[in-house]
């Protein structure tokens, strides 16, 4: 069984909510910093809210639907507040309010009103009386670009600052804020530290040259273009008239002092000398400049860029975590990571963000553990506190989610090496299994498709494929006796392929500076990373979770741009 998660604080407040209802249930409901009540805390009580009948309440949010009813002497909203998946049953008398401007689709509404008990028959178990009309934030059907009927999710992301308004990008946004909040439960339970790590960095983690730049220089070269065709660099004639000025100002000196001029008429003129030595300086510096970036032997100069050197935005916060594992033992970082690879791909994304927990004195062993009781204790999760977003993805695009969850959740993961893993690749091919990648054999990099024939058709449940060759992994990991393969891991799910890559750390100094050196890197970079080796090295180990794969994974839903709230992707960055 997967470990027991704790229960949201919201969800707990719902529960507490019924032991209140009969002294001040309206007050015990209002969301905290704000002079509203939730909807979820009419709506998702276990009775619907009928209990609530009769309470005045405050409610706020976007009309799904509106319509007029009964000759206009009515208006119906559907009002949803994103706090739950579910809408509150709105009802304004034409008496109360101008009831053309409420039901458009988007408009926004804040009203006062009487809960009430529906007509028998229908669907919800408690609906408001609108008494006040407080706040409305119009919108002009004919121009709001999220019609009434779906929008397929692709067709949305030309419209990414108003998706979280739809029910489906809603949803995704509650369960990714849920994971979230499960990962640190986790790993705060667990005994790991939250360190921060950089964005902005000098090594390449993985040594694979996908990283993006971080330089001030093209911005500077364009100020610089800019500035000299307005106002142009000084010629040879201005430099010699300025360097005359400064010979005759020193003659002037001279003859002063021979002269021995008074003080102050000495002191006037090594003034007037050494402004003139000023502008020379000024004039010659000016002429140096040439537009384009600096240069030194041919090669661009970052010695004048912002950080004296190359950087570049994080591909993994790894190593930075790796020092504080060696010094704090039990770490993790969580946060943006970015990849500059052109994969048009819906498994990747230009930024994502990722959980990497790092582990001293643990092994290989010990790290697909964790890795196996994070991803479980995640399903749960969702499980527990999730439900109701949950049946709605189920409903909505992938019937089998909730299964899913469920079967990871209590089912042990299956572990196979690198080399068990071709083997089984190898004798699915004899037996018909197509694949369009290059043949499988020992030494390849598994494809997408071969570790989804893995956990989807094979085992049909989450595989840890271990000890890859180690031509094809980061120069990191733990080269194994054989010296051929290395300590490392792929967490592979059905859905999605690979979630999780990880290692157990190569902690020999000696080993770990070759492996740089065979890969090609330069090794400066990594001096200070070869400093935990040099310096009380430890046996150590960690992952990194695809935190938007996780949410592949969990919600059913086929594109990875689709659960980051602004997705970054080739030829996309807006908003
Ligand atoms: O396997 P990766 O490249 O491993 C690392 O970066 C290690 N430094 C992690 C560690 O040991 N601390 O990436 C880890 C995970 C992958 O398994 C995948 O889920 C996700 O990050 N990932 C991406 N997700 C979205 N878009 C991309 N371009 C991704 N690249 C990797
Ligand atoms: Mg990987």
Same mark, same amino acid.
């Given at each position: ?64 639907t ?11 909203? *559907? ?7 579910g ?69 949305l992301?030309?419209?990414?600052h ?68 307005n ?47 000023e ?15 600096p ?49 048009h ?8 963000w ?11 062993k ?5 890795? *196996? ?10 499980l ?51 694949f ?23 085992f ?45 750390r ?41 935190? *938007? ?8 839903i086929?594109n ?7 997705p ?8």
């Open positions: 069984m997967a470990e027991d998660s704790t229960a949201l604080p919201t969800q707990l407040a719902a529960a507490t909510l019924i032991d209140v209802a009969s002294s001040s249930p309206v007050e015990s409901l209002k969301a905290e910093f704000s002079d509203r009540v939730p909807i979820r805390s009419i709506i998702s009580r276990p009775d619907g809210g009928a209990g609530l009948a009769g309470q005045r309440v405050r409610v706020g949010g976007w009309v799904k509106g319509r007029k009813a009964d000759k206009d002497a009515f208006a119906f909203l *559907e009002l949803n507040d994103g706090s739950c998946p809408n509150l049953q709105v009802i304004v008398d034409a008496a109360v309010a101008d009831l053309s401007p409420l039901v458009p689709t988007g408009t926004c509404v804040a009203v006062d009103g009487v809960l009430k008990l529906p007509p028998a028959g229908t669907r919800q178990k408690v609906e408001l009386r609108v008494e006040k009309v407080i706040h409305l934030g119009q919108v002009d059907p004919a121009k709001y670009p999220l019609p009434k009927t779906r929008l397929t999710l692709e067709r992301r030309e419209h990414v108003l998706r979280s308004r739809t029910n489906t990008i809603a949803a995704v946004a509650r369960i990714r804020n849920a994971l979230a909040y499960a990962t640190h439960t986790f790993f705060q339970k667990h005994g790991f530290l939250y360190v921060h790590t950089p964005i902005i960095t000098t090594s390449d983690c993985e040594g694979a040259g996908e990283m993006f730049q971080v330089t001030t220089l093209i911005s500077e070269a364009d100020r610089l273009e800019k500035d000299l065709i106002n142009p660099p000084p010629s040879a004639a201005d430099i010699e008239a300025a360097q005359l000025v400064v010979k005759e100002k020193g003659d002037i000196v001279a003859q002063l002092k021979s002269a021995k001029a008074e003080k102050n008429e000495i002191s006037a003129s090594v003034s007037e000398l050494k402004i003139a030595k502008n020379l300086a000024r004039l010659e510096e000016r002429s140096k400049l040439k537009p384009g970036l240069k030194k032997d041919g090669k661009i100069d970052y010695t004048h860029d912002f950080f004296a050197r190359q950087a570049f935005l994080t591909v993994s916060g790894q190593l930075q975590v790796e020092s504080y594992a060696c010094a704090l033992s039990s770490v993790y970082t969580f946060g943006p990571t970015f990849r500059a690879e052109n994969s791909t819906s498994r990747h994304l230009a930024e994502f990722m959980v990497e927990p790092e582990i001293a004195f643990a092994e290989l010990d790290d697909m553990n964790c890795a *196996e009781a994070y991803v479980r204790f995640l399903c749960q999760w969702l527990d506190n999730c439900l109701d977003d949950m049946e709605f993805m189920a409903d909505k695009f992938d019937k089998t989610c909730i299964e899913r969850l469920r079967m990871v959740s209590s089912t042990p993961f299956e572990r196979i090496s690198y080399t068990e893993a071709v083997e089984l690749l190898e004798e699915a091919v004899k037996n018909g299994q197509k369009e990648n290059k043949s499988v054999k020992w030494g390849i990099d598994l494809a997408s498709e071969h570790e989804r024939y893995l956990t989807e058709v094979k049909q449940k989450p595989v840890i494929v271990y000890n890859y060759p180690k031509d094809i992994k980061a120069f990191y990991m733990k080269v194994n006796d054989d010296c051929k393969t290395v300590a490392a891991m792929d967490v592979l799910v059905p859905k999605v392929g690979e979630l999780i890559g990880g290692s157990q190569e902690e020999r100094y000696e080993v770990i500076q070759q492996r740089i050196q065979e890969m090609g890197l330069p090794l400066e970079p990594y001096e200070w990373y070869l400093d935990l080796r040099r310096y009380g090295t430890v046996k150590h180990s960690g992952f990194g979770l695809g935190f *938007e794969r996780m949410l592949l994974f969990a919600t059913g086929d990875i741009r689709d659960v980051i709230p602004f970054r992707y080739p030829g996309r960055a807006d908003l």
